[in-house]
């Protein structure tokens, strides 16, 4: 089946019950055991597992390709589940651009507690080589990164890090569908729901799919039910609701976002456009080996500093000034002061999260916020 049929089917099933085309939510925190002791319906204690949980897990598997999936009450939580599934002393190899929160809980959290990171620029094949250590048991991959928009050849690191026993991480959070890190050696995949999956801006979540049945993994899914970070029944639902949508929404994220970063990329206030799939962009062509279409984010650098950035964002009338991603209304966000001290991201830079309205409305608000 093909990736839209998938999204439509995965996950669902007429209700036995009362033959509801969409799936009931089931709100009970426990489950009736049989004479014997058993659990009939394989369910006990929503903590463990729950039925809204269990179809959104498979679903998303399907969708990715992957064997099972684990998921959590944010992508936050799917990401601390894969860093405490490790063991004191380990190395991990982390993207340099990756999302802050993960490189924060690497360096607040997970430092402290014995493991051991290097953030290197995984777009440097070089690099990658060059950092193994003994002790280098994971490596955190997120592409295009966040917020310049950077590509690492999935391919290429998995290979090199394959060799050397290795496992590999894709954060697909900003390319569901439009990039399949399994076919291209990811062992699993993270996924923040809260961005493309809901896609309406309305509900948190994250997932961990894994390629294959493996102890790592059931280490995550342990961390899952004894750790307690899950999602409640509805925003199983809610994520799964959106993922029926998904391939569809990402064709018109990134047909709209290529609009708008041509647009800006011939503008007289735009410096630089950091979006794959300009053929000037340094990542382009690899981009384009790996994955379908460009997706919905960009970022650009306004002539005349942090001043002219921010006056620019507050400018807009249909972009909205708000942090996060993925949903259907487009935002605009000056990331260094989002991140505070410390930030990587440059004065100069605006990062839009391209809707699902109307590329020209979009392009017209921000011709007149540039002036
Ligand atoms: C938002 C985001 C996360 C974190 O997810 P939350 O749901 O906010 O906890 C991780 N990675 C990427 C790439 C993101 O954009």
Redesign the pocket.
Known sequence: MKIETVAVHAGHAIDPATGAVSAPIHLSTTFERDVEGGYPHGFMYTRNNNPNRQALEEGISALEGGAAGAAFG??????MAIFQALEPGDHVLAHLD??Y??SRLLCEIFLRWGLEADFIDMSDLAAVKKSLRKKTKLAWM?TPS?PLLKIVDIAAVTQILHDVGVLCVC?N??APVLQRPFDLGADLI?H????YFGGHCDV???IVVSRTENEFFQRVRTIQYSGGAIPSPFDCWLILRGMRTLPWRMRAHSENAMKVACFLAQHQQVEHVHYPGLPSHPGHEIAGKQMSMFGGMLSFDVAGGREAAMNVAAKTKIFIRAT??GGVESLIEHRASIEGKGTTSPESLLRLSIGLENADDLIEDLDQALG
């Not at 944010?74 to 990401?79: E, F, K, L, Q």
Request: glycine content about 16%; charged content about 10%; aromatic content about 8%.
């Open positions: 944010s992508g936050t939580a799917a990401t990756a999302y929160g993960t997120e966040n954060d959070t900003w993270l923040s729901t809260t961005k948190a979540g994250g996060s991603l």
